[in-house]
T-cell receptor
Framework: KQEVTQIPAALSVPEGENLVLNCSFT??????LQWFRQDPGKGLTSLLLIQSSQREQTSGRLNASLDKSSGRSTLYIAASQPGDSATYLCAVQGSSNTGKLIFGQGTTLQVKP | DTGVSQDPRHKITKRGQNVTFRCDPISEHNRLYWYRQTLGQGPEFLTYFQNEAQLEKSRLLSDRFSAERPKGSFSTLEIQRTEQGDSAMYLCASSFSVSYNSPLHFGNGTRLTVT
């Protein structure tokens, strides 16, 4: 059974700092891994999708890496801003072609001005 | 493209009552998913549809829960005889199944509180 874990559960940093969020998964047989952002009381916004054949994806100040063999992904946020404050969730799509995602519990990020 | 729409945004109900939520996916998306999220946790898969067919249901979906997508467009999720443990955010998502690397697009959810 696939399990996804995110560390740390919460993180507080001063504005401008570069930071890394971690995600690990137990079954390396995945189609893709996705990173989402969730603001309080809101739905999820897709940030990056890394296909199983890829090593990383970049979008603006965000860079996500994937190491399938070790079951790990990282989300790197450069030059953090107060507007980056949110919960970040990683999710893996397993080996069946259903599109079903298994989520971690999230990392809640606070960027202080 | 107005995104995934969910209605209502909030629902407060008394234990034992029935509730129904609606989800309107992105119009060209043929897959629709329901997830449940409790405070401090990631979303948990409940069920999904491809067009009008319900192809998978989680064990979390007890017999008090039923989901439909009658014409392959909008979907409803009904909870009968609600219990306090049903209090959660119910999220709907949609995607296009041509590629299994198609990202899911989520709505803003329906927050259910059972008193």
């Amino acid at each position: 059974k696939q399990e996804v874990t995110q560390i740390p559960a919460a993180l507080s940093v001063p504005e401008g700092e570069n930071l890394v969020l971690n995600c690990s998964f137990t079954d390396s047989a995945i189609y893709n891994l996705q990173w989402f952002r969730q603001d309080p009381g809101k739905g999820l916004t897709s940030l990056l999708l890394i296909q199983s054949s890829q090593r990383e994806q970049t979008s603006g100040r965000l860079n996500a890496s994937l190491d399938k063999s070790s079951g790990r992904s990282t989300l790197y946020i450069a030059a953090s801003q107060p507007g980056d404050s949110a919960t970040y969730l990683c999710a893996v799509q397993g080996s069946s072609n259903t599109g079903k995602l298994i989520f971690g519990q999230g990392t809640t990020l606070q960027v202080k001005p | 493209d107005t995104g995934v729409s969910q209605d209502p945004r909030h629902k407060i109900t008394k234990r034992g009552q029935n509730v129904t939520f609606r989800c309107d996916p992105i119009s060209e998306h043929n897959r629709l998913y329901w997830y449940r999220q409790t405070l401090g946790q990631g979303p948990e898969f409940l069920t999904y549809f491809q067009n009008e067919a319900q192809l998978e249901k989680s064990r979390l979906l007890s017999d008090r829960f039923s989901a439909e997508r009658p014409k392959g467009s909008f979907s409803t999720l009904e909870i009968q005889r609600t219990e306090q443990g049903d209090s959660a955010m119910y999220l709907c998502a949609s995607s296009f199944s041509v590629s299994y690397n198609s990202p899911l697009h989520f709505g803003n959810g329906t927050r259910l509180t059972v008193t």
